[in-house]
């Protein structure tokens, strides 16, 4: 017994005396770690790799298509030079751009709101939403740029010289055709309210709105003070998504007959083929760019808000 006291008591007090450190504020050795496996990680630069050169290697056959000079021989960049004064160019781009600016403030304004009421008063009424912006996605566009271009060939037909028609022929103004901010707010609606809804159900949007309206806000103030403060990455996220969408956009523009910056790419790609290639890239790198900063928005919203 003796023996016995005598070999565990060290082992009882030094146990003790580990879990009282412990106790008492101290930081107990961490278990050793496992050695990593060697090679674990190649498939997924093998991954990496095999995308790279997916997307690399056009974007690269692209560029030396331009910047090749058949006549001269070697390499000009005279074609990416000659972009902003190359005819029809300011003209389209300038046109996407504004078409793209009006579906981003529309979209904004109808689904902004909407979400705010769903998640704070109207909860039951989720599901019936994401279903409802989900249409755009399970509706192909061709088919509703069809049904589109029906009705606005019918309803001048049967209402001329009625303000119904007039309308209509407001709405097909080419200089800035209002039909289009329309389709694209449709198309755009389930990428806006995804983006948005993850920003609302990542907040604590309900106490915030209600501590606002305690403090006597009203409801036009808690939206501008509030709600767009906390969701601005959000947003801006859905923001750079629709105007992504809206200036690569072709089958509506061209189906309904308007010139845009993708119709007007492909008009030119026959006389200018450089020129037409020149500006799809500056154009899809323009994409990769605003995806890039959507990214960075939302990692820098992470790091400010870990929890």
């Not at 090679?39 to 030396?64: D, H, I």
């Not at 069809?146 to 200089?175: I, K, M, N």
């Amino acid at each position: 017994m003796a023996g016995v006291s005598a070999t565990t008591g060290p082992a009882t007090s030094t146990g003790l005396s580990t879990a009282a450190v412990a106790g008492a504020g101290g930081v107990e050795p961490e278990p050793p770690a496992r050695p990593a496996r060697r090679g674990r990680g190649w498939w997924r630069w093998a991954v990496f790799a095999v995308l790279g050169v997916y997307f690399l290697v056009p974007l690269g056959a692209s560029v030396w298509f331009t910047v090749r000079d058949r006549g001269r021989g070697g390499v000009s960049a005279d074609v990416y030079a000659g972009i902003p004064t190359a005819e029809g160019f300011a003209e389209n781009f300038g046109r996407s751009l504004a078409l793209g600016a009006l579906t981003v403030l529309i979209a904004l304004l109808l689904v902004v709101p909407t979400v705010v009421l769903v998640e704070l008063r109207l909860p039951r009424l989720r599901p019936l939403v994401e279903l409802l912006t989900l249409v755009p996605l399970l509706l192909p566009p061709i088919a509703l740029v069809v049904g589109v271009r029906s009705v606005l060939a019918w309803a001048p037909e049967h209402f001329l010289g009625t303000p119904l028609a007039d309308a209509f022929f407001a709405l097909q103004e080419p200089a800035l055709p209002w039909i289009l901010v329309l389709v694209y707010v449709v198309l755009a609606l389930p990428f806006v309210y995804r983006a948005l809804d993850a920003g609302v159900r990542g907040a604590q949007l309900r106490t915030l709105t209600e501590a606002a309206r305690v403090l006597g806000a009203s409801w036009p103030r808690v939206m501008t003070s509030v709600v767009l403060p906390v969701l601005r990455t959000s947003v801006l996220n859905a923001a750079f998504l629709t105007l992504a969408l809206v200036l690569g956009e072709f089958t509506v523009a061209n189906i309904l007959g308007f010139e845009t910056f993708p119709t007007w790419i492909v008009r030119i790609s026959g006389s200018q083929p450089q020129l037409s290639v020149a500006v799809s890239v500056l154009s899809l790198l323009l994409t990769w760019a605003l995806l890039l900063l959507i990214s960075a928005l939302d990692r820098r919203r992470r790091e400010e808000d870990p929890a």
